[in-house]
């Protein structure tokens, strides 16, 4: 499974954007690339997943450029519900063990 | 979506007794995983249970220590034996789901344990 590397951690503002970078340099041509949550007390949760160019849902959006051997979650205007740890995972396959990163802790500041 | 329950929720035990984890699933899956996650860490998989099979230990961790049984699809247990202090940790049960499209990890809320 492909290794992850992300920030340690990063500072926001309320109402800013956050835009989160994670390396995978020997992404398979079969991995997909995961983003997860995680609060503290809480198990992580999904946030969005992609393959290529760009996702978007509810929550955020999800760069990825064609070589793949890099992804950007981006968060709009964050609010202070949004610290948490968010962890870049690369794999996702259906079967396939979840290989979890150090993660980025995100601190959302007022 | 899957809803994963996870008993108990935290537990202060002394070394070297024992301790078993449940994990209950709202649906049938596969496979069930177990994960540690060590205050102020990332999660390690422990090991992934199947139906009617042994588990699949992952390196550095043994049936011994984490025996795991999974008597059906809705259910498994992971219990932490001989307990020492360097096992307190979090402990999360996880299934996976194709859920629109994607295939998500789903988590309890996991259980928090504390060895003295």
């Known amino acids: 499974l492909a290794k992850t590397t992300q920030p340690i951690s990063m500072d926001s503002y309320e109402g800013q954007e956050v835009n989160i970078t994670c390396s995978h340099n020997?992404?398979?041509?079969?991995?997909?690339i995961t983003w997860y949550q995680q609060f503290p007390s809480q198990g992580p949760r999904f946030i969005i997943q992609g393959y290529k160019t760009k996702v978007t849902n509810e929550v955020a959006s999800l760069f990825i450029p064609a070589d793949r051997k890099s992804s950007t979650l981006s968060l709009p205007r964050v609010s202070l519900s949004d610290t948490a740890v968010y962890y870049c995972l690369v794999g996702g396959n259906y079967g396939q063990n979840f290989v979890f990163g150090p993660g980025t802790r995100l601190s959302v500041l007022p | 979506s899957a809803v994963i329950s996870q008993k108990p929720s935290r537990d202060i035990c002394q070394r070297g007794t024992s301790l078993t984890i449940q994990c209950q699933v709202d649906?049938?899956?596969?496979?069930m995983f177990w994960y540690r996650q060590q205050p102020g860490q990332s999660l390690t998989l422990i090991a992934t249970a199947n139906q009617g099979s042994e588990a699949t230990y992952e390196s550095g961790f043994v049936i011994d220590k984490f025996p795991i049984s999974r008597p059906n699809l809705t259910f498994s247990t992971l219990t932490v034996s001989n307990m020492s202090p360097e096992d307190s940790s979090i402990y999360l049960c996880s299934v996976e789901s194709l859920t629109r499209g994607n295939t998500e990890a789903f988590f309890g809320q996991g259980t928090r344990l504390t060895v003295v």
């Open positions: 649906s049938q899956v596969t496979m």
């Open positions: 020997n992404i398979a041509t079969n991995d997909y």
